[in-house]
């Protein structure tokens, strides 16, 4: 379970690192021009960036940690497969951060 939140928060932190550049993008897209307001978030974005990487630091600490020193029988993390399975997820999350840090430096290369 704390692995779940980690990643979500990693989620959670790197869309708002990059809000300052996809909201408006999306917004503009559905036609909702007025909606730029997601700029203001622009001076936060090292600060939200930061609290990404603690977040994926933590959840990479207790996903592969050694799961002997307090794993019960009957647990998550006593079932080799669900430990794969978190592995697999916190991989895909931490994919999916760069991406979303990565799209405000990508945007002027993909419209141009």
């Known amino acids: 379970m704390k692995n ?3 990643n979500l928060g990693s989620v959670a932190a790197a869309f708002f690192a990059s809000a300052c550049c996809i ?5 503009a897209s559905l036609g909702v021009g007025s909606m730029a307001f997601a700029t203001a978030l622009e ?7 930061g609290i990404t990487v603690v977040f994926l630091g933590f959840g990479f600490y207790y996903t592969y940690r050694p799961q002997n020193q307090d794993c019960e029988p009957g647990e998550d993390c006593a079932v080799p ?4 399975l ?3 997820a916190l991989w895909i999350v931490t994919a ?4 979303l ?4 430096y990508l945007v002027p290369y ?3």
Do not use: E, G, H, K
């Open 23 to 27: 909201l408006p993008l999306v917004f």
């Open 43 to 49: 001076p936060y974005r090292p600060y939200f960036i």
């Open 110 to 112: 993909l419209f141009d």
């Open 81 to 84: 497969s669900r430990l794969r």
């Open 96 to 99: 999916l951060t760069a991406i």
């Open 101 to 104: 840090i990565a799209f405000p």
């Open 86 to 88: 978190q592995r697999a």
């Open 4 to 6: 779940a939140i980690w």
